[in-house]
């Protein structure tokens, strides 16, 4: 049973960063998961942010965050993070990282069997 929990979310001005952690554990897990992370703001859908494949070769970003967020994992420690800059209120969500057992990369919420619990990002105006 793979597992993933989330850190690193928490309360921040407008302009400021936060980097997101993701721990993936389990007798199954290995570094051929691509891994992304999704967010859901307050009345809205869960939408996609960001995914990597297993050796980098494949990375997509929403248009809300290119540029702003970097996406990265380490294999070697089963950890994916989120580098989030330029913080503006509307990036305000839970944060999800999740996991497919694929070579290849999604953004597609549905495409993922293994999700986290989730972390809580507020940006301030």
């Known amino acids: 049973q793979v597992q993933l929990v989330e850190s690193g979310g928490g309360l921040v001005q407008a302009g400021d960063s936060l980097r997101l952690s993701c721990a993936a554990s389990?007798?199954?897990?290995?570094?051929?998961?691509?891994l992304g992370w999704f967010r859901r703001a307050p009345g809205k859908e869960r939408e996609f942010v960001a995914t990597?494949?297993?050796?980098?070769?494949?990375?997509y970003y929403a248009d809300s965050v290119k540029g702003r967020f970097t996406i990265s994992r380490d294999n070697a420690k089963n950890m994916v993070y989120l580098e989030m800059n330029s913080l503006k209120p509307e990036d305000t969500a839970v944060y999800y990282c999740?996991?497919?057992?694929?070579?290849?990369?999604?953004?597609?919420?549905?495409?993922?069997?293994?999700w986290g619990q989730g972390t809580q990002v507020t940006v301030s105006s």
């Open positions: 389990g007798r199954t897990f290995s570094s051929m998961f691509a």
């Open positions: 990597k494949n297993w050796n980098g070769g494949d990375i």
């Open positions: 999740a996991a497919r057992r694929s070579l290849s990369v999604s953004t597609q919420a549905s495409e993922y069997t293994i």
